[in-house]
């Protein structure tokens, strides 16, 4: 068959960049510029509206709605696939039978059981995960089978770690409300010298993608915290060699292996006192960091995830 026609409603910006680095023809709900500073537009994505405007950064679930259709869409006839994530997406489409619709589900909790009931006994949908932890209770819970396709990276764009900058990086918006550690955090932090950047604190100057790969680089070490096992920017940070130290969240150890590529903490003290043996020792920090890398590069690699997502689209489609 002819390449598939994806309709791609906005997600997160780093999950949409790193899928439409696929390939495959996707047609942007929206204009990529209202994200411009989390990722660059790749050459295969299509805006649907032809120009950013600044009220497109405050359209819903309604406005999307309208959008559907609109005349300049051309939904669904010009498309083969929907690609949605959030919750709110799955209930966009729900009435919509007329086009097939792939949920790359993230947090279990944002259906509740009757959803989930629903969305997994229609044949115009299908659901995708890249986190372990969700296919896991997908399988205890359902009994199903999950695709999992972990993320991938080009190990050429994330490279060159060097530490200069001796600092503690961490990346995650909204910390303070969505962090399972904010305050271990700032316990664990301070007088350490740090760099968080959150691209939805409108008192931090805004981070453009160049810049993230530049902290990357020059950071000494990368202080993970999330709402699941691993985040895009954890991902991101081993592809760019760098050490790793985590606090304890289900699953991490698939990530952070203490003790080879980084360390594990439960206390403050004791995620401020990995930090400290990382940020003094340089001969430690280079040998976890080229642990970090190559365990990207054998795990995550975007040659990997570009064809094992061809493949589930495919298969999905006939």
């Keep these: 068959m002819d390449e598939p026609q ?3 409603i906005p ?13 495959l023809p996707v047609h942007f709900l929206g204009h990529w510029d209202q994200f411009h500073y989390w990722r660059p537009q790749p050459s295969n994505v299509h805006n649907v509206l032809p120009v ?3 009220d497109q950064l405050d359209l ?17 006839e010009r498309y083969d696939l929907a690609w949605l994530m959030f919750n709110w997406q799955f209930k966009l489409l729900r009435e919509r039978r007329d086009i097939k619709k792939l949920y790359r589900v993230s947090k279990v909790a944002e259906l ?6 629903e969305l997994l006994s229609r044949d115009d949908f299908t659901v995708v995960s890249f986190y372990p932890n969700t296919v896991e209770w997908m399988k205890e819970r359902y009994g199903i089978d999950l695709p999992y396709i972990p993320l991938g990276l080009d190990p050429a764009t994330y490279d060159g770690w060097t530490g200069e900058a001796g600092d503690v990086l961490s990346i995650i918006h909204s910390y303070r409300e969505r962090g399972w550690h904010y305050h271990l955090y700032r316990e664990a932090m301070e007088g350490l010298p740090t760099l968080h950047v959150d691209h939805l604190d409108p008192d931090q100057p805004v981070f453009e993608y160049a810049d993230i790969q530049r902290a990357l680089r020059r950071s000494r070490v990368y202080l993970h915290d999330g709402e699941q096992e691993y985040t895009i920017t954890l991902i991101e940070a081993m592809m760019t060699g760098m050490p790793l130290v985590s606090f304890r969240i289900p699953g991490i150890e698939r990530y952070v292996v203490h003790g080879e590529n980084g360390f594990v903490g ?6 401020r ?8 020792d340089d001969a430690l920090a280079a040998r976890m960091g080229a642990a970090s890398r190559a365990m990207a590069i054998r795990d995550f690699h975007e040659e990997r995830w570009r064809a094992q997502w061809i493949e589930a689209i495919g298969a999905y489609l006939g």
């Design 6 to 8: 994806i309709l791609m």
């Design 11 to 23: 997600t997160h910006p780093g999950v949409q960049y790193h899928f439409c680095r696929v390939g």
């Design 52 to 54: 950013f405007e600044d």
């Design 60 to 76: 819903g679930p309604d406005d999307y709605a309208k959008l559907l259709d609109d005349p300049r869409v051309g939904f669904p």
């Design 112 to 117: 509740d059981r009757e959803e989930w009931d």
């Design 266 to 271: 439960d206390t403050a003290a004791e995620i």
């Design 273 to 280: 006192e990995h930090c400290q043996l990382l940020l003094s």
